[in-house]
């Protein structure tokens, strides 16, 4: 009988192509959801304003936010050489205090958490388009829609 057993590869280093690949997507998503609203509900200054707010909340939550708050607590923050698939531990490293690795799971709890903040920042351009393709269709607007809900799922 073969053996199904899957075995998975636990890294306590990334390779740096995983770490490219994670970030390079979030950003695309970050960027595309921005570019996005502001076309969707364009050409105005409130929809530049409104992505233009809406990517300084995505980029500061998962680049600032996270790296501040939970990095900290997570195992890869003090293990020596590792990367974790983000990088931001390394970052935390340089500009947080090592935390509590107990606290961890608290960045899943309450409404205004970081697991719901960092979902709302995926999750809303997607929702904002919605209207936006109805009220304001073009092929460029349904193009980054698709687009952004891809990498959402990649």
Do not use: Q
Request: charged share 10%.
């Amino acid at each position: 009988m073969p053996n199904t057993e899957k075995k998975h590869k636990i890294y306590t280093r990334y390779p740096a192509s995983h770490i490219v690949l994670y970030n390079g997507v979030t950003v695309l998503h970050f960027a595309l959801g921005g570019v996005g609203i502001m076309l969707g509900y364009g050409p105005s200054w409130l929809a530049y304003l409104f992505g233009a707010l809406y990517l300084a909340f995505a980029f500061v939550e998962m680049y600032l936010v996270m790296p501040l708050t939970v990095c900290p607590n997570c195992v890869y923050y003090g293990m020596k050489d590792a990367i974790c698939i983000s990088g931001l531990n390394v970052v935390s490293l340089k500009i947080a205090r090592k935390g509590d690795i107990k606290d961890f799971p608290k960045r899943a709890r309450g409404i205004f958490c970081h697991n719901n903040m960092y979902i709302a920042s995926l999750a809303f351009p997607i929702i904002a388009m919605i209207p936006a393709l109805i009220i304001n269709f073009s092929f460029l607007l349904l193009a980054i829609f698709i687009a952004v809900l891809g990498l959402l799922l990649f």
